[in-house]
């Protein structure tokens, strides 16, 4: 059999996808290509995860079946040393080589851009990208960023307000440029009846924009009213000092746990166990997989008005919209929650039939229809359709 540029011998079409983070790391992006990529490689692109080093682990593994590579990225870039900078160039032409990749996927803005940026520079291959946050903050190479998001081959959105803030940050964009995708996630494999009494559920990287400050204030102010009431914190980052500081000031340190890296099973279990999710987040939240998750378990949530959320949380329906930063109105849109159990099960009810419209299967044929439209068409798929013509005749 011959094997064209970007196919292996099962006739899968190597793809380069460059997430900020992976797994075990268990956030939004995490998430998604979780639960995205074996559909893909059952539509013929064969994933190769190129990411972030994360702690001890493995420089390279497989998971899930993926080969995984962590670069370091981040402490390349800062050391500003560019046999630093180069040695990372070089290991990601390596991998590329290695796997015979034929496309470049970057999922997230971070240093990845940068260094993806190089190897387009000297080796172009047709390049995707999928912004997952809203552009409204300050971003690593700024100016490296938006010359490749308005050089890209296809840009993805997971959200029409991540859409409308890329068009109006890169000139050379328009919003119907811009193919929005909603985030997806499987179904959890099992639910529980709301818990009057359970607690407050958060999740994501530690991070000043996710606003668990402001969550943590929240609690504060509901312990008189509820004091039984406890804050569970899932994920890690670089705040939680800060954080747990912060929960001592204003003493309820005994009320909140960091659980940190949990797994999808764990997260779920958290959820189904909580009274109400809470997604305080401040700036950039482009979608939430963790309201998508509460919603399919039948939680209300209660989120920040920002970014995405509008479009995945209904006000008054689904959950409930507060602004950013304001930990009166959080924490009183909660109190209402937990004080009115049958408005909380009926908008949890109402969640999950909305789920559903946010389909994993939707979610990958979109992103496989993106990479056909750049005339990347695998020889097992092209096999497969020419299969089903012929039947069909």
């Known amino acids: 059999m011959s ?62 079946g993926v080969p995984v590579y962590r670069l370091p990225f981040v402490a390349a870039a800062h050391s500003n040393k560019p046999a630093s900078i180069l040695d990372v160039t070089r290991r990601l ?50 100016r490296i960023t938006l010359r490749m998001l308005g050089s890209a081959d296809a840009v993805t959105a997971v959200s029409n307000g991540v859409r409308d803030s890329v068009a109006a940050a890169v000139p050379e964009l328009q919003a119907d440029d811009v193919r929005v995708i909603p985030n997806a996630v499987k179904a959890p494999r099992f639910s529980a009846p709301w818990a009057p009494r ?38 890690t980052g670089e705040e939680e000092a800060t954080l747990r500081r912060h929960a001592r000031r204003l003493r309820v340190a005994p009320r909140v746990r960091f659980l940190g890296t949990l797994t999808y099973d764990e997260i779920h279990r958290e959820i189904s166990t909580a009274s109400v999710v809470v997604v305080p987040s401040r700036t950039i939240e482009g979608f939430s997989l963790v309201a998508l998750e509460a919603a399919h378990l039948a939680r209300p949530v209660v989120a920040s008005r920002v970014g995405g959320l509008p479009e995945t949380i209904e006000d008054g329906r689904t959950g409930v919209l507060v602004p950013p930063d304001d ?4 924490a009183e849109a909660i109190g209402d929650l937990l004080a ?25 044929d979109s992103y496989a229809d993106v990479y056909r439209a750049l005339g990347l068409i695998s020889d097992s798929f092209e096999a497969r359709r020419r299969a089903r013509a012929s039947v069909g005749g």
């Open 3 to 64: 094997v064209r540029r970007g196919c292996n011998r099962m006739g899968l079409m190597s793809v380069l996808v460059v997430p900020t983070r992976y797994m075990p790391n268990v956030g939004g992006i995490e998430t998604l290509l979780g639960h995205t990529l074996p559909l893909l490689r059952d539509q013929g692109y064969d994933p190769v995860i190129v990411t972030e080093v994360g702690g001890d682990l493995a420089s390279s593994s497989v998971v899930d």
């Open 327 to 330: 930990a009166d109105l959080l």
């Open 93 to 142: 032409r390596d991998i590329e080589a290695e796997h015979d990749v034929a496309l470049r996927h970057i999922h997230g803005l971070d240093y990845n851009m940068f260094f993806v940026w190089r190897r387009q520079q000297r080796a172009p291959l047709p390049l995707v990208i999928s912004v997952h946050g809203t552009l409204d903050a300050p971003l690593p190479f700024n």
């Open 340 to 364: 009115d159990h049958a408005r909380a099960v009926g908008m949890g009810e109402q969640a999950r039939r909305r789920a559903t419209r946010f389909d994993v299967a939707g979610c990958a």
């Open 198 to 235: 359970g607690h407050l559920f958060a999740a994501g990287r530690l991070h000043d924009q996710k606003g668990f400050d402001i969550a943590i204030d929240a609690l504060s102010r509901l312990t008189t009213r509820y004091p039984d009431l406890c804050l569970h914190i899932a994920g």
